[in-house]
Nanobody, 116 residues
């Protein structure tokens, strides 16, 4: 069974940093485009950042310049380095990919709380 498992969430003060990880199993990770999404309290899930198999990255305007998405194909792992965190970054963060024949595939999410 395909699995995406996120980790690295937690409580951080405004202005702080966190690095999220997403480890994938049973997919050909190296050829998969990957994304990070988030869902804040009372909000709809929103796309945050994406990276394709070649390493090209794109970001939502709200996180551009503060977040960095990256991947390590040898470890089947996706990362999201978050810095200059703000209270409105508080959300559950999800790893996502689209698999042939399966469609949208999500991890279970990891909670990030930005608060003093």
């Amino acid at each position: 069974q395909v699995q995406l498992v996120e980790s690295g969430g937690g409580l951080v003060q405004p202005g702080g940093s966190l690095r999220l990880s997403c480890t994938a199993s049973r997919i050909i990770f190296s050829i998969s485009s990957m994304n990070w999404y988030r869902q804040g309290p009372g909000k709809q899930r929103e796309w945050v950042a994406g990276i394709n198999s070649g390493g090209a990255t794109v970001y939502a305007d709200s996180v551009k310049g503060r977040f960095t998405i990256s991947r390590d194909n040898a470890k089947n792992t996706l990362y999201l380095q978050m810095s200059s965190l703000r209270s409105d970054d508080t959300a559950v963060y999800y790893c996502h990919t689209i698999l042939p024949g399966r469609g949208d595939t999500w991890g279970q999410g990891t909670q990030v709380t930005v608060s003093s």
